[in-house]
């Protein structure tokens, strides 16, 4: 995981933006579904409700008739790169027009690398002491779903980590 020095929301570099990089012992297929299909994602990013998909559009429900979270997944079959654009994030304002991405490798010894960048994610917001703690528990919580097939949604998690 890496942060560097403030800058605004939407100019962030790639110094700014919060990072954070694991192996996997599973194929790249698999990892991609993990961050593009909306049912499979409420399994290890957060507790949803429920969820929907139009076309691209995700809508992640966090809780009974609660806002959802809306993202637009950028994928290109064929590629191991991945996008959400965060449209409307009515708990997390500071979120709408940052760019969670996934980069997907695969290595000679069959595993995967992921490296994740939260474009847009960099210390001048103020959200942002709070998502890399979130951060920090849910991509482990990804790297658990992957090779075992349970996330760590509700764990309790440690706001300075």
Known sequence: MTTSSSSAP?????????????????PVPQVIEAVT????????WTAVTRSERHGDEVQLFMGGDGPAVVVTVEHVPGTNEVTWLV????????WVGTRPSFSVRPNADGTCAIEFRHIGLGPALECFDQCRAGWNHFMPSLHQFLETG????NEPRDPSA
Not at 37 to 44: F, K, L, N, P
Not at 87 to 94: I, K, W
Not at 150 to 153: E, F, H, M
């Open 10 to 26: 939407h100019d962030t570099t790639a110094a700014d933006d919060y990072t954070y990089g694991m192996q996997v012992h599973v």
């Open 37 to 44: 299909d909306d049912t499979v994602i409420g399994r290890w």
């Open 87 to 94: 449209t409307d994030c009515p708990v997390m304002a500071d």
């Open 150 to 153: 349970i996330g760590r949604l």
